[in-house]
């Protein structure tokens, strides 16, 4: 075989088959529990984008791309095209920083898949046993090909593998053929963006790529569709996304867990709507405030942690602060937890940004490196406060909250999603509109119509 044999590219028709076969029946009841569960939080998520400063602007803007009625967008009376409705959707859920994780893949699964499917299932209808096999499929190929890179994040994963997984999703749900399934993972390729370069400067192109690739998901599945044909070696080709998008990697082996390893029961939940590496920074602050560390007894605070974290959110504090740039500034949102006791979105409003005297704070704050071989480990991670007084006070952190195995609890999750709800389109039914939307995810693979979750999520609706 050559490097221009295409039987040596065989990682799309794997992953095609292993999506394709995924039946909402037959898949383990943690894994549809996860799929219900993170479908809950995305929503609420990107009900509460809404509130965010740069949403209603986008919504304006997507309208004069083309009129159509197919899907909703949420926390709105807007109705469109479903790819302009899947991409304000993803931006929506990822706008503020509050969207589920996979932190090994370091990406967000969720938040490109659930927005394409359900636009998908306004569009031409979709029972809610197809949307969790087809949403599982969709976190399982996003996630596979994050785990793959054995190298430091390079582009920005939600968008590039988020795509590969969107378009997954919609190749299951539209039952798409292998062939189909392949042509369309080419197209994804084709598509595939996402710049690293807006995280570093903390600006919304981070939610503008997520939402391109909810929107490319379907320009890939419908030109695969349409019989066009693809590049097959779209993920191990010489080109392919592994060898463009990633400095190494290693997928044989995540390869042979297809089917028995479900990527949807690894996410993690967000308590707090900041970067998933300034978690751990928060969980560290509110144990120094237990023990008496307050801003007015703070000489400095040094965080120790791993190279992702100082690659992701160990930026300094500046002024004026912009909001998408202090959602990963790790001295902004442990001095607001050291001051608060939480981080909210309050927090993120043009007054708490301005605030002096949190800015005060934060710049007493920094990080420095503790050595990990791991490129996407996020914990261990150590704070020392060192008082005015003398004294030193440690605290550490080994999982960050809403790990896996330190999820939000039922009442947690509803709480955060009527919170979302309130933030995103007002207080006055918060409550009732969590509850019906839970009230139908609690019951989908026997729901008629998943796309009733979306037409929930608007405004009226």
Not at 125 to 140: H, K, L, R
Not at 184 to 199: E, I, K, N, P
Not at 201 to 222: C, H, I, K, N
Not at 372 to 385: G, I, K, L, T, Y
Request: aromatic share 6%.
């Amino acid at each position: 075989m050559t490097a221009h044999d295409p039987s040596a590219w065989n990682a799309s028709g794997r992953l095609a088959a292993h999506v394709l076969g995924v039946d909402a029946a037959t898949t383990p009841a943690h894994v549809r529990d996860a799929v219900r569960a993170f479908t809950l939080d995305t929503i609420g998520v990107g009900i509460g984008g809404m509130g965010s400063p740069y949403a209603r602007s986008l919504v304006a803007t997507a309208q004069i791309w083309g009129e159509g009625h197919d899907a909703g967008v949420w926390a709105s009376d807007v109705r469109l095209p479903a790819p302009h409705a899947a991409f304000l959707n993803a931006f929506l859920a990822h706008c503020q920083e509050f969207d589920c994780v996979h932190e090994g893949a370091v990406l967000h699964p969720f938040t490109v898949v659930v927005p394409t499917l359900l636009a998908e299932a306004e569009r031409v209808g979709m029972d809610g046993a197809t949307y969790i096999a087809a949403c599982a499929a969709g976190v399982d190929v996003a996630v596979t090909l994050g785990l793959a890179a054995t190298s430091q994040i390079r582009f920005f994963r939600p968008s590039t593998c988020g795509l590969f997984g969107a378009v997954a999703a919609l190749a299951r749900a539209r039952a798409m053929n292998e062939a189909q399934t392949v042509d369309a993972f080419g197209y994804a390729l084709a598509f595939a963006s996402g710049t690293m370069q807006a995280h570093v400067e903390g600006t919304p192109a981070l939610a503008v790529q997520v939402g391109a690739a909810a929107r490319s998901a379907f320009w890939a599945a419908d030109i695969a569709a349409a019989g066009l044909p693809g590049p097959r070696g779209s993920v191990d080709g010489p080109f392919g996304y592994l060898a463009l998008f990633e400095a190494s990697s290693a997928l044989a082996p995540l390869l042979e867990t297809l089917g028995r390893t479900w990527r949807a029961a690894d996410v993690s939940w967000k308590p707090y709507p900041t970067g998933r590496a300034a978690h751990g920074g928060i969980d560290m602050a509110l144990a120094l405030r237990a023990q008496g560390v307050t801003a007015e007894t703070l000489e400095r605070l040094d965080v120790h942690a791993p190279p992702l974290i100082l690659h992701l959110v160990a930026r300094p504090i500046i002024a004026p602060l912009e909001v998408n740039y202090a959602r990963l500034c790790l001295p902004y949102v442990m001095a607001t937890a050291l001051r608060r006791g939480t981080v909210t979105l309050a927090d993120f409003t043009p007054d708490a940004l301005a605030d002096r005297e949190t800015h005060a704070l934060a710049a007493r704050i920094g990080a420095t490196l503790w050595e990990n071989e791991d490129p996407a480990a996020f914990v261990p991670q150590r704070a020392c406060a060192v008082l005015r007084d003398g004294r030193e006070i440690v605290a550490d952190v080994d999982m960050l909250p809403g790990a896996v195995a330190r999820p939000l609890s039922r009442d947690q999750q509803l709480a955060k999603l009527a919170a979302n709800i309130a933030y995103g389109v007002g207080a006055a039914d918060a409550e009732a509109r969590a509850a019906a939307i839970a009230a139908v995810i609690d019951h989908l693979e026997t729901a008629p119509d998943a796309g009733v979750l979306s037409r929930l999520a608007q405004t009226g609706r």
